[in-house]
C-alpha cells in the first residue's frame, strides 16, 4: 500500500522486547522497553522511570506503539470501503487519522 507520496515508515509486523534495566539515582530498578521493527532495528524506546506501579501502562503504550503498522494498514483498507455519503463523520475521521499516520497532516 506505500506509494512515493507517502511518508516511509519501518514496514511491520513490529515486536515489543526487553531493551534493558538501569538503576535510577534512588537506586530503583528502571525497565526501559523497546519496539522493533521485522528487521530486529529498534524502532521505538519507552523509558519506565515513573516507578513499578506504571508497568502496566508502559507495556499498553510498547504495545500500541507495536501495532501501529497493522493499524494503519486495516485502517486505509476499511477506509477505502466506507461510504462518505453513508458514513461522512467515520469517512473524516479515518482520512483524517490516515493523513496524519502518513505525515500529511
Do not use: C, F
Not at 531493551?19 to 522497553?33: A, Q
Not at 482520512?95 to 497532516?105: D, L
Amino acid at each position: 500500500m506505500q506509494n512515493e507520496d507517502i511518508t516511509s515508515h519501518t514496514p511491520g509486523p513490529w515486536k515489543v522486547g526487553q531493551y534493558t534495566n538501569e538503576m535510577d539515582d534512588d537506586g530503583e530498578l528502571v525497565s526501559i522497553l523497546g519496539v522493533y521493527g521485522h528487521d530486529g532495528l529498534k524502532v521505538a524506546k519507552i523509558e519506565t522511570w515513573r516507578g513499578k506501579e506504571y508497568a502496566n501502562e508502559w507495556e499498553g503504550n510498547a504495545n500500541l506503539i507495536a501495532a501501529a503498522p497493522d493499524l494503519l494498514e486495516i485502517m486505509k483498507i476499511v477506509y477505502a470501503h466506507v461510504s462518505p455519503a453513508l458514513q461522512p463523520h467515520i469517512y473524516e475521521m479515518m482520512r483524517n487519522v490516515i493523513a496524519e499516520a502518513e505525515g500529511k497532516q
